[in-house]
């Protein structure tokens, strides 16, 4: 009888087996939906992104995300508030270019560094004429001409001639090109 409570008392090994087979499907149930979530949730950090690039343009436009102005009791007064305040970005072209085998497209973004700060107001109002003009060049490019460095600074330069044309001379000092993909 000591023997049968003994026995009754202890679990079979095989008992210990399938529990064991349980916790193990457990874990891995519980990986696999991990990793499920990490890349269903990727579709978030789209979010994230989006939130980041909007504070980095709002950054580069002179604040650090929703400040206010300088003029308006915000940060901004140093130099990095005036050297960014005084430029004028546009937003970005994608136009189609030929290369000589196929046709490829040129993505674009132009930025103006105005020569003061009263020439906003004529840049705004004269944004769809700007577009026109710089549209109306790049369609007009091939990939030979603008693959090089030589080729990049004369696009430069004709922009800011275009923009000179619309808005008058001495108003836009610079034009940076701050994306430039060839596809």
């Known amino acids: 009888m000591a023997e049968q409570a003994k026995n009754q008392d202890a679990p079979p090994p095989k008992d210990k087996k399938k529990l064991l087979i349980i916790v193990g499907a457990a874990v891995a149930l519980l ?29 580069a436009e002179g604040g650090h995300g929703e400040a206010k102005p ?3 009791g915000g940060h901004g007064e140093g130099k990095e508030g005036k050297a960014s ?15 000589g085998q ?4 040129l993505k674009l973004k132009v930025e103006f560094e105005m020569a003061n700060a009263e020439v906003k107001p004529e840049l705004d ?4 004429a700007l577009r026109d003009a710089i549209l109306i060049l790049l369609t007009t490019k091939t ?12 696009l430069r330069e004709q922009i800011l001639s275009a923009t000179s044309r619309i ?16 596809q």
């Open 70 to 72: 300088a003029e308006a």
């Open 31 to 59: 990986a696999v939906g991990g990793g499920a979530a990490v890349v269903m949730g990727g579709k978030g950090d789209h979010k994230t992104a989006q939130k980041v690039e909007a504070k980095a343009d709002a950054k």
């Open 85 to 99: 305040a005084s430029s004028y970005p546009l937003e970005p072209f994608i136009v189609n270019i030929y290369d």
């Open 143 to 154: 990939m030979q001409e603008i693959q090089d460095l030589q080729g990049k600074n004369t």
């Open 125 to 128: 109002t004269k944004t769809a």
């Open 167 to 182: 808005i008058g001379t001495n108003k836009v000092s610079k034009v940076y090109f701050t994306d430039f993909v060839v």
């Open 102 to 105: 196929e046709i490829r497209y």
